[in-house]
Nanobody
Framework: QVQLVESGGGSVQAGSSLRLSCVRS????????MAWFRQAPGKEREFVAA????????FYDGSVKGRFTISRDSAKKTSYLQMTSLKPDDTGIYYC????????????????WGRGTQVTVSS
């Protein structure tokens, strides 16, 4: 059974940095990409960043490009989201997901999700 566990969230002030981790356990045969989404209170879950597992190619939402960096460690089955220059608008629950498809910004195509980790950024 595949499980994803996120960690690294917290409460920080604007301008701070956090590093999120997502560890996968269980065997998976098809893993095209791992992505991070976030959900703010009262809003829908939105795409943040994704990394293609084999090539390492990365993709970002425009709101985080230049501030966030996604990476993966295949040996550790882990994806990281390094977040810098955090803003109050970055507040939300951050989820990681795995998909075998290519429409990476579409949450509906993800096969597995973690339970999320809370990030709160105060001004």
């Amino acid at each position: 059974q595949v499980q994803l566990v996120e960690s690294g969230g917290g409460s920080v002030q604007a301008g701070s940095s956090l590093r999120l981790s997502c560890v996968r356990s269980g065997r998976i045969f098809n893993n095209n990409a791992m992505a991070w989404f976030r959900q703010a209170p009262g809003k829908e879950r939105e795409f943040v960043a994704a990394v293609k597992w084999n090539s390492g190619e990365t993709f970002y939402d425009g709101s985080v490009k230049g501030r966030f960096t996604i990476s993966r460690d295949s040996a550790k089955k882990t994806s990281y989201l390094q977040m810098t220059s955090l803003k109050p608008d970055d507040t939300g629950i951050y989820y990681c997901g795995i998909t075998n498809e290519d429409r990476l910004i579409d949450q509906r195509i993800y096969d597995y999700w973690g339970r999320g980790t809370q990030v709160t950024v105060s001004s």
